[in-house]
């Protein structure tokens, strides 16, 4: 979530690595890295045109895109659109509108998370098979078959879980150890300057997508919660966990679709109150939006004429107003996801409260 006594500025520095995503409606949208020229508060934000190889990546004037990056133990991310493109011409640069509101999650200096993704290890001419064993933003422990000195750099590639493909990224041996099965242990330190690497490493271990006892779980069973309400959403979240669901929250709206598209969930509850984007627009985004149309998504709130009937406008299946009861939306929840049919949320009347 934006921190109130920060703006944007604050946080980017001309030459900053980002990584620009493009292709909002596929799944996995392409990303670039490029860097950040200098701005206009608040008007535009002028970074490098993106490249692909040797080739300018073809953008359009209204594009929309997300630019995110990681500054002072803070992933950032906002989204925003191409601005002005058919008048840049032979220009290297390119215009993006200055964002309303931008996300902003802080996390703790490399924190690490347990892992097991496959990889090639390449040092120098040589390449070999391992697996990455824990992951954080500043380096990663690999485990092989051979053994790799300290001070040594290598490259290593890999897929992300959530399915982004990771080549050439940089590191350098920081610790190294032969173990007594006859494998070897490296624990790295990723080279600076890899913004793209950053920025996914820092939103897996922000959805926590890997926690072990939610590999493999089925997306029927999988819920995730957008409310900056820390209070709402430990409650749902606990409601949710006692009926052996996995509960995942986001205090952000644009946080929440990031881990929206990593842990793919067989639900989606929302708060009409957030202050980024309203729960109720929050819904519509996600119903128009290509592979989500079928999600289920449950928006509750504060009080208001006609909310339930809104809600069941943008395609939700329920509107909840007050008084805030968990037990009433993980009702609804596990109708949906059983076919039942669609969830009032208020069966006296009203706006969905009780």
Not at 219 to 229: E, F, G, S
Not at 257 to 286: F, K, S
Not at 307 to 323: E, I, M, N, S
Request: proline content about 5%.
């Amino acid at each position: 979530m934006a921190d109130p006594g920060r703006d944007l500025d604050a946080f980017m520095r001309v030459g900053m690595d980002v990584v620009i995503q493009l292709d909002l409606s596929q799944k996995w949208g392409s990303r670039f890295k490029t860097a950040v020229c200098g701005w206009r508060k608040p008007v535009d934000i002028l970074v490098n045109r993106p490249m692909s190889g040797e080739r300018l990546v073809p953008l359009r004037d209204g594009q929309r895109t997300v630019i995110r990056f990681v500054c002072d133990g803070y992933a950032l991310a906002f989204s925003t659109k191409i601005d002005n493109f058919d008048k840049i011409g032979d220009n290297p640069c390119c215009r993006v509108g200055w964002p309303r509101e931008f996300a902003m999650v802080s996390f703790r200096q490399f924190e690490r998370i347990k892992v097991a993704i496959p990889c090639e290890i390449a040092v120098g001419e040589e390449s070999f098979q391992g697996e990455i064993r824990d992951i954080s933003v500043g380096g990663c422990g690999v485990h092989s078959a051979c053994y790799i000195p300290e001070g040594k750099t290598i490259q290593l590639a890999f897929e992300m879980p959530h399915g982004v493909a990771l080549d050439h990224v940089g590191a350098v041996v920081c610790n190294a150890r032969r173990l007594e099965n006859g494998g070897a242990f490296a624990g790295c330190e990723l080279e600076k300057g890899q913004a793209n690497v950053e920025s996914e490493i820092a939103t897996l271990i922000r959805t926590a997508a890997l926690d072990q006892p939610n590999r493999g779980t089925s997306p029927d069973q999988r819920v995730l919660i957008i409310d900056a309400n820390e209070g709402n959403a430990s409650a749902l979240r606990s409601s949710f966990e006692e009926r052996g669901w996995y509960a995942f929250t986001a205090p952000a709206t644009i946080d929440g679709l990031w881990q929206l598209r990593t842990l793919q969930p067989g639900l989606l509850i929302v708060n009409q109150d957030q202050q980024d984007l309203p729960g109720l627009d929050v819904a519509r985004l996600v119903k128009s939006t290509k592979g989500l149309e079928s999600l289920p998504v449950l928006v509750y709130g504060s009080e208001g004429a006609g909310l339930d009937k809104k809600a069941t406008d943008v395609g939700a299946r329920g509107y909840f107003g007050q008084p805030f009861v968990p037990s009433q939306i993980c009702d609804a929840a596990a109708a949906c996801i059983a076919g039942d049919a669609k969830p009032e949320g208020d069966p006296n009347g009203g706006d969905g409260g009780q």
